[in-house]
C-alpha cells in the first residue's frame, strides 16, 4: 500500500512542478522580487506605553476578557482573590513558572503532573506569555517555560495569564518580530475566550476552549 | 487525471438553482441578516485603521510574488517542513488527494477522524470518500456540525451554516443529538454541541485539517479559528492530516504581520479572531506524533498559467465578497454548485473544472464591483469574470450554438450600411403582427424569453437616415 502511495507521489509531485514551470516561464530572482513587496503599512507604534497600555486594557475588555493591573510583588495576592472570587479549587500551573508568582496558601497541581482528565475536569490554569498585542488585545504564547504546552491553554476553562508591561506592543507586526523563532515556530495567539457565531451571527463565548479569560498585567 | 470541485459538474447551472431559492423567504432573511451583520462589523473595524489600503496592496504583492515563485516556495516549504518531522505529499487531482489521506488513516488503523473545518476537503469531497473507505469524518466546526447532522450544503465560505437560524438548528440537534428537551438559544444550542464534541476531541486518534496558511521558510502552517474545535484538532489527536492547495503557500512567517490583519477584518469583522495556531512539523512532547501535508493542484496550475486569470489564487477565502455582492445576497451560496460560494466561486469554480462544467457562473454578476473594493488582496474579481465570459463566448462559438450564429449574422449585418438598413425594412415588416401601440408585446420561440422579462419598443416607422435624406429631398424640392 505504501508503495502505492509513494509511486504516485512522486509521479504527483514532478508532475505538479513541471506545470508550475510551464505556466509560469523563466522567472527572475525570488529575493530580488520579494525584497520589492511594497511595505508602507505601520510597523512601529507610535503610542507611548501609559496610552499603550491603556489601548490594550481597552481592547481586552472588548472581546471579553478581564484585566486586573497590579505589581510584581502583589502578582500572588491578586491571583488568590480571582480565584477565590470565582469559588476555583482545582487550578493547574504551568511548568516552569517562577513560583514566587504564585499564592503559597493555594495548592497547584504541576503540569506535569495534570493528566488529560485533570485538564478536562481542572477549573482553571496559570500561565505567562511571550507578547502581548495592543491593537487588536491579544495574548501571544510560544510554549515555553511558563506557557504550557498547546493543550494546557486549551482543555480548561479559565485561563489566567500573567503579561508584564514590558511584553505588550502596540501593533502586529512588532508582536510578529518577536515571535520569529528559528527553531520551528510554534505559536497560539488568543484573543479573548473562544468564540463562536454560527448560529444568527450571535457571539457566543467559550465552545471549546476556555470560557474565561483573565489577565493579570504586572507594571 | 480527473479534476473535480465538490458536485459542480452535476449541479445545475446558476440561474436554475437560483429560482427556488429565491422563492424561500425564510433562506433570504437568513441570510440577509447574517450577511448585514458581518459586513456591518467589518466596516467598523476596516475604519478604525489608517493603513487598511496600505496592508491590501502588500497583501496583494506578496501572493503576487509568491505565485511568479510558486515552484521555488513549495520546494523550501517541503525542506523545512520535512526537517521538521513533517511528511509532505503531493496530489494531482482530487481523487489522488482523497486516497492519499485515506490510506494514511488506515495505516495508522483508525476508522474515525475528527476534522476542522477546511474548503479543500469540500472541494476533494474528502468525506465522501473516507465514508465509501469505511471511516467516519467527523466534522467540529459548529457550522459544519450543524450542516453535518442535518445534511444539509454549505451556504458560505466562512459560516457554513448561516442559511440556518436557530429553530432549524434546534430541529436538527434535537433529533440528531436525541436532546427532546433542548430549547433554541444560541447559548444552549452551542453548549450541547462542546458537550457532543468534547469526548470526540479526547478519544478520536487523527485528525484532519486544511490550512491558511503554509510559511515557506520555517515550514510552519497556520490555522485561522474562533472556537478552539480547531486547537482540539491540531493538538489532541496522535496524527495530524493537513490538506493544502498549493497556493496557500507565503514566503515567510514575517508575512503574517500582513495577513493576520487583513484576515480576521475582512472574514468575520473582528480585530482579530480568537485563536491562531501556527505549528512546524512536530514538536516533541506536545501535540500529534505524526504529520503529514497534502499539497493539492487539482486545477491550479491551470489556472497560475492564464496570466488574466492568475489573480484568482490570491484568494485567503475570507467570504468578504459574498457579504457584500447583490447577487449572492439575494441566492445565498447554494445556488453556486459547490462550496466556493458568490464572487470568489464564480471564478475559482468553472477555472478548475473547466469552463465547460460551470457556464453559468461567470454571468452570476452584475459585475457592479463591490466585491474587488472589499478584497483584502485586491483580487479584481469583475475583470476574471469579463475574462471568463469571453472564454465562454470563444468555447461556445467553436461548438456552433445558435447564439453564436445569431451573433455572426449580426456582425455580418452590422458591418455594412446597406445591410442594416434592409434588416431595418424587413424588421418593420416583420412586426407588424407583434406590435400594439408602439410595444412589442411577445416575441415568438426563444427569443420569447427576453421580452418576458423586459419591454420592447417597436421599431419606428422611418429611422433618422430616412428622415434625413427625406428632409434634403424636400429642401431641395422647397428651394427650387
Not at chain 1, 508550475?20 to 522580487?33: F, H, K, M, V
Not at chain 2, 422563492?23 to 433570504?28: H, I, K, M, N, V
Not at chain 2, 493576520?260 to 472574514?267: D, E, F, I, K, T
Request: glycine share 8%; charged share 25%.
Amino acid at each position: 500500500m505504501a508503495g502505492i502511495i509513494e509511486g504516485t507521489m512522486t509521479d504527483a509531485r514532478e508532475a505538479i512542478l513541471q506545470r508550475i514551470r510551464a505556466a509560469l516561464g523563466p522567472t527572475a530572482d525570488p529575493a530580488s522580487d520579494y525584497a520589492a513587496v511594497p511595505r508602507e503599512y505601520i510597523r512601529e507604534g507610535r503610542l507611548d506605553s501609559e496610552a499603550r497600555l491603556h489601548l490594550f486594557r481597552e481592547r481586552l475588555r472588548d472581546y471579553d476578557t478581564t484585566v486586573v493591573e497590579t505589581d510584581a510583588a502583589s502578582v500572588p495576592t491578586t491571583i488568590l482573590a480571582i480565584l477565590r472570587s470565582n469559588g476555583q479549587k482545582k487550578i493547574i500551573a504551568a511548568d516552569g513558572l517562577p513560583p514566587q508568582l504564585l499564592p503559597p496558601e493555594f495548592r497547584f497541581l504541576p503540569e506535569h503532573q495534570a493528566t488529560v482528565e485533570d485538564l478536562n475536569d481542572c477549573d482553571g490554569i496559570v500561565t505567562l506569555c511571550t507578547v502581548a498585542i495592543a491593537w487588536t488585545g491579544t495574548i501571544g504564547l510560544t510554549h515555553g517555560p511558563g506557557e504550557g504546552a498547546r493543550r494546557l491553554t486549551l482543555l480548561p476553562d479559565r485561563q489566567l495569564c500573567i503579561v508584564r508591561a514590558d511584553q505588550v506592543v502596540e501593533t502586529v507586526p512588532e508582536a510578529i518580530e518577536r515571535l520569529v523563532s528559528t527553531s520551528g515556530p510554534r505559536v497560539t495567539l488568543i484573543s479573548g475566550p473562544s468564540a463562536t457565531a454560527d448560529i444568527e451571527m450571535t457571539r457566543i463565548r467559550g465552545v471549546h476552549g476556555p470560557r474565561s479569560l483573565d489577565v493579570i498585567l504586572v507594571r | 487525471m480527473t479534476i473535480r470541485v465538490g458536485e459542480t459538474a452535476t449541479a445545475p447551472s446558476f440561474q436554475k438553482a437560483a429560482l427556488p431559492l429565491l422563492e424561500d423567504a425564510q433562506l433570504r432573511r437568513n441570510i440577509r441578516h447574517a450577511t448585514d451583520v458581518i459586513q456591518h462589523k467589518r466596516g467598523l473595524v476596516v475604519a478604525e485603521t489608517t493603513d487598511w489600503q496600505d496592508l491590501r496592496a502588500a497583501g496583494h504583492a506578496i501572493k503576487a510574488h509568491t505565485l511568479r515563485h510558486l515552484d521555488h516556495y513549495l520546494l523550501q516549504f517541503e525542506k523545512a517542513c520535512t526537517a521538521a518531522g513533517g511528511q509532505v505529499h503531493w496530489a494531482s487531482d482530487a481523487d489522488e488527494a482523497n486516497q492519499i489521506i485515506a490510506a494514511l488513516v488506515r495505516q495508522y488503523d483508525a476508522n474515525e477522524v475528527i476534522k476542522i473545518k477546511t474548503m479543500t476537503t469540500d472541494e476533494t469531497g474528502l468525506n465522501e470518500a473516507l465514508e465509501h473507505a469505511g471511516i467516519h469524518p467527523v466534522e467540529t466546526d459548529l457550522g459544519e456540525l450543524i450542516l453535518q447532522l442535518g445534511r444539509e450544503k454549505p451556504s458560505h465560505i466562512v459560516g457554513p451554516s448561516l442559511h440556518i437560524n436557530r429553530s432549524q438548528v434546534r430541529a436538527i440537534f434535537r433529533e440528531q443529538m436525541h436532546l427532546p428537551d433542548l430549547s433554541d438559544e444560541p447559548e444552549k444550542l452551542t453548549a450541547a454541541a462542546r458537550r457532543y464534541l468534547r469526548e470526540k476531541f479526547l478519544s478520536v486518534k487523527i485528525g484532519v485539517s486544511g490550512a491558511n496558511f503554509l510559511m515557506a521558510d520555517t515550514g510552519s502552517v497556520c490555522i485561522v479559528e474562533s472556537e478552539g474545535n480547531g486547537r482540539m484538532c491540531l493538538t489532541m489527536p496522535d496524527v495530524l492530516i493537513s490538506l493544502a492547495g498549493i497556493e496557500k503557500i507565503i514566503p515567510s512567517f514575517r508575512d503574517l504581520e500582513v495577513f493576520l490583519q487583513l484576515l480576521p477584518r475582512s472574514a468575520t469583522g473582528e480585530r482579530m479572531n480568537p485563536y491562531n495556531s501556527v505549528w512546524t512539523g512536530i514538536h516533541p512532547g506536545d501535540g500529534p506524533r505524526h504529520f503529514h501535508v497534502v499539497l493539492l493542484d487539482n486545477g491550479r496550475t491551470g489556472i497560475l498559467a492564464d496570466q488574466e486569470a492568475r489573480q484568482t489564487l490570491q484568494c485567503i477565502r475570507c467570504g468578504a465578497c459574498l457579504n457584500t455582492c447583490p447577487v449572492y445576497r439575494q441566492t445565498s451560496g447554494l445556488a453556486y454548485g459547490s462550496g466556493y460560494s458568490g464572487p470568489i466561486g464564480a471564478i475559482v469554480t468553472p477555472q478548475l473544472v473547466g469552463l465547460q462544467h460551470a457556464q453559468s457562473l461567470p454571468y452570476a454578476s452584475s459585475l457592479c464591483g463591490a466585491c474587488y473594493e472589499v478584497c483584502p488582496v485586491k483580487i479584481n474579481i469583475p475583470e476574471v469574470l469579463i475574462h471568463l465570459r469571453g472564454r465562454v463566448v470563444r468555447e461556445q462559438k467553436a461548438a456552433l450554438d445558435p447564439e453564436a450564429l445569431a451573433m455572426k449574422m449580426a456582425a455580418a449585418i452590422f458591418a455594412s450600411h446597406r445591410r442594416f438598413e434592409a434588416a431595418q425594412r424587413l424588421g418593420r415588416l416583420a412586426q407588424r403582427p407583434l406590435v400594439s401601440k408602439g410595444w412589442v408585446r411577445g416575441l415568438p420561440g426563444m427569443l420569447g424569453n427576453w421580452t418576458r422579462v423586459r419591454d420592447l419598443r417597436a421599431l419606428p416607422p422611418q429611422t433618422f437616415r430616412e428622415w434625413w435624406r427625406k428632409r434634403g429631398r424636400d429642401h431641395r424640392g422647397n428651394n427650387d
